[in-house]
């Protein structure tokens, strides 16, 4: 039996041609089948066109209806590809992790950084891998990218222009491309629960990047105006100043208000970790919630996504103590 395999197209440079202001997406999942010569004749696929945009313009809401249009038919296919660009496919690619929770089928995202049809263009080896993965049986949200297969949850956008655009962040490779094929690396483990499609989220939330001498009152402009959970991007380890500026004073004060305030680290490697110095520690006093080693495009969505279960502040810290699709290793 031919693997049926659903293939939604969203846009990005894959499917981008030159227009009067730069690179544009154009082609429909139909024009990429021609452009291709057609689509792997061993795969049965169905293409169909969901936006078609440059992932810059990238929304929640394309997520929630994504996850909507891929997990209410699961058991149509054996196995979903997506078409995406490559700037914000991070942030995608972690939503619907979340929002598929333990779905039977691998769901691959891929993208390229030259259009399909360009002369030395990425586009068409990255479906294939794609495309092999989408076939593999292997449930879960992953990326595939330049012969790589990454976790979707754990994936980040760490180079513009290079072909290894993408890296697994803390995580082992899922699996690769080589002379022998699609090798998955890890064993097969099967999800841990029940397949569970939640699509709520909220967008009122804020990420701080902290720099020296920063004003720690932006917290109380950010909650005066509505937002419901805030993520700092702390420095090194995760420390954040307590003294000239008092951000761990202002921690308290909104942790206390039942504000969500999520802490990590502004280096891509190696995680986070509150406990090792004073200035980390007075986070976790105050109230503080660790992120640990989490890509900052997994803390966002799944700050989003845990407020679309509960408003909570206590919910969103045991959420953020459990470790729901290999986002975090919880020490
Ligand atoms: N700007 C493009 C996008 O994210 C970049 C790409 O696809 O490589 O849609």
Redesign the pocket.
């Known amino acids: 039996m031919m693997k049926k395999i659903l293939l939604i197209n969203t846009?990005?440079?894959?499917s981008?041609r030159p227009g009067e202001n730069g690179?544009t997406?154009a082609l429909s999942s139909e024009e990429i089948g021609t452009l291709l010569g057609g689509f792997d004749p061993a795969l049965s696929i169905t293409p169909e066109d969901h936006c078609s945009?440059?992932?810059?313009?990238?929304t929640p809401d394309h997520w929630r209806t994504l996850a909507l249009r891929i997990g209410e038919d699961v058991e149509r296919w054996d196995g979903v590809v997506l078409i995406?660009?490559?700037?914000?496919?991070a942030y995608t690619a972690s939503m619907l992790s979340f929002m598929l929770q333990n779905i039977p089928i691998p769901v691959v995202l891929t993208?390229?950084?030259m259009p399909l049809g360009v002369p030395m263009s990425d586009a068409a080896d990255n479906l294939r891998c794609a495309l092999q993965m989408a076939a593999s049986g292997r449930g879960g949200v992953f990326v595939a990218f330049d012969r790589k297969i990454m976790l979707g949850c754990r994936t980040s956008k760490v180079r513009t222009v290079s072909f290894n655009?993408f890296e697994s962040i803390n995580y082992p490779y899922v699996g690769e491309v080589n002379a022998f094929g699609l090798q998955l690396r890890l064993e097969e483990t099967p999800p841990a629960g029940p397949f569970r499609l939640q699509v709520d989220y909220s967008d009122r939330i804020s990420v701080l990047k902290l720099f020296p001498g920063m004003d720690p009152d932006i917290f109380r402009f950010l909650q005066e105006r509505g937002y419901e959970g805030i993520y700092i991007e702390g420095f090194g380890l995760g420390g954040v100043p307590f003294l000239k500026s008092d951000f761990t004073a202002e921690i308290r004060r909104a942790s206390q208000s039942g504000l969500p305030i999520l802490v990590g680290s502004q280096c891509r490697y190696e995680g986070s970790n509150l406990s090792v110095y004073e200035t980390g520690q007075r986070i976790l006093d105050c109230g503080g919630i660790p992120v640990h080693d989490m890509t900052q495009e997994a803390v966002v969505t799944k700050l989003m996504w845990c407020l679309g279960q509960s408003k909570r502040r206590e919910d969103i810290q045991r959420l953020f103590r459990e470790n729901l699709v290999q986002e975090v290793r919880v020490p």
């Open positions: 846009g990005g440079t894959f981008s690179l997406p945009l440059d992932s810059s313009n990238i995406h660009g490559t700037d914000t496919m993208g390229s950084q655009a």
